[in-house]
């Protein structure tokens, strides 16, 4: 049984188009995480949930939008893409706080054509 | 300005040796400090957690220090296999409560050469 998996696992999509991320955690977690890596592999935190509200939105462009309609889902939603967009995201989860260990999915690779 | 550091280079040793990866951090005061272990195309997978008051956490292999004066994290593995082949990710745990979040280095890439 995955942990926490997201879909897809590949997305390569026009510039100013609209998509969407999905991730689920079977953990029993309270917390939920979106990353974002560069193509230098610095792994940046974009969101945190905890609870489905919103605590951490680390000055990410309001085209990235959260969602998260139970605890135990946590979607994303990017609107109008750009170049710059490409990477690769990854969701995780943690039991509550963030320094607790945190569980990754295998991540999203977003090719921006 | 805050910083992490990991060494940027690979390190490559030989099997049965003991790797040390270095993690150097300025300008944060983390309460923690975590290690990661990520293969290509997956998810980084947790590995050891240490707090700001223990110097030193022990896991089968696996070895991490803790110097908050120096502001750095050296993490160990003895007896080394080709199978420890991968990007290790240390990450700052910093911020409290829900409010926490880790900041994580570039990594470092080990390669074990059997």
């Known amino acids: 049984d995955t942990a926490v998996s997201q879909t897809p696992k590949y997305l390569v999509t026009q510039m100013g188009n609209d998509k969407s991320i999905k991730c689920e955690q079977n953990l029993g977690h309270d917390t939920m995480y979106w990353y974002k890596q560069d193509s230098k592999k610095f792994l940046k935190i974009m969101f945190s949930?905890?609870?489905?509200?919103?605590?951490i939105n680390e000055t990410v462009p309001n085209r990235f939008s959260p969602k998260s309609p139970d605890k135990a889902h946590l979607n994303l939603h990017i609107n109008s893409l750009e170049l710059g967009d490409s990477a690769v995201y990854f969701c995780?989860?943690?039991?509550?706080?963030?320094?607790?260990?945190?569980?990754f999915g295998d991540g999203t690779r977003l090719s921006i054509l | 300005s805050q910083k992490i550091e990991q060494n940027s280079e690979a390190l490559n040793i030989q099997e049965g040796k003991t790797a040390t990866l270095t993690c150097n951090y300025t300008n944060y005061s983390p309460a923690y400090l975590q290690w990661y272990r990520q293969d290509p195309g997956r998810g980084p997978v947790f590995l050891l957690l240490i707090r700001e008051n223990e110097k030193e956490k022990r896991k089968e292999r696996l070895k991490v220090t803790f110097d908050t004066t120096l502001k750095q994290s050296l993490f160990h593995i003895t007896a080394s296999q080709p199978a420890d082949s991968a990007t290790y990710l240390c990450?700052?745990?910093?911020?409290?409560?829900?409010?926490?979040?880790?900041?994580f280095g570039q990594g470092t890439t080990l390669q074990v050469k059997p």
């Open positions: 990450a700052l745990g910093v911020g409290s409560g829900n409010t926490g979040k880790l900041i």
């Open positions: 949930y905890n609870n489905k509200e919103l605590i």
């Open positions: 995780a989860s943690s039991r509550n706080r963030a320094h607790q260990p945190q569980h």
